[in-house]
């Protein structure tokens, strides 16, 4: 019902920076609405886990372990969401996934995800 499409993973020495992009198109019409959307991530062997989220009011929140690196920002107009990750080290290294919650028209707030994109920190 919602479609994700991320995009800006690759490969980076450790200090370096990338920008992840993700852009939500409303496939069906039973969704009345896009809530909060983010970024997690899973690295090799372990589970996923939340980066950064961030509400169509625009308000943040991030993993400890991210805070002060990332930065998560939002358009609301183009239902973009969008990871500034700088001073990446390698422990950062994953598979990045975007998800945003979608409203239908019954009142439900459903999650949606992306097909996500790897990041690779070398050292």
């Known amino acids: 019902q919602v479609q994700l499409v991320e995009s800006g993973g690759g490969l980076v020495q450790a200090g370096g920076s990338l920008r992840l992009s993700c852009a939500a198109s409303?496939?069906?019409?039973?969704?009345?609405?896009?809530?909060?959307m983010g970024w997690y991530r899973q690295a090799p062997g372990k589970q996923r886990e939340l980066v950064a989220t961030?509400?169509?009011?625009?308000?943040?929140n991030y993993a400890d372990s991210v805070k002060g690196r990332f930065t998560i920002s939002r358009d609301n107009a183009k239902n973009s969401v969008y990871l500034q990750m700088n001073s990446l080290k390698p422990e950062d290294t994953a598979v990045y996934y975007c998800?945003?919650?979608?409203?239908?028209?019954?009142?439900?707030?459903?999650?949606?995800w992306g097909q996500g994109t790897q990041v690779i920190v070398s050292s």
């Open positions: 998800k945003a919650e979608g409203r239908n028209l019954q009142g439900l707030v459903l999650p949606f």
């Open positions: 961030i509400t169509s009011a625009l308000s943040a």
């Open positions: 409303r496939v069906s019409r039973t969704i009345s609405a896009i809530n909060a």
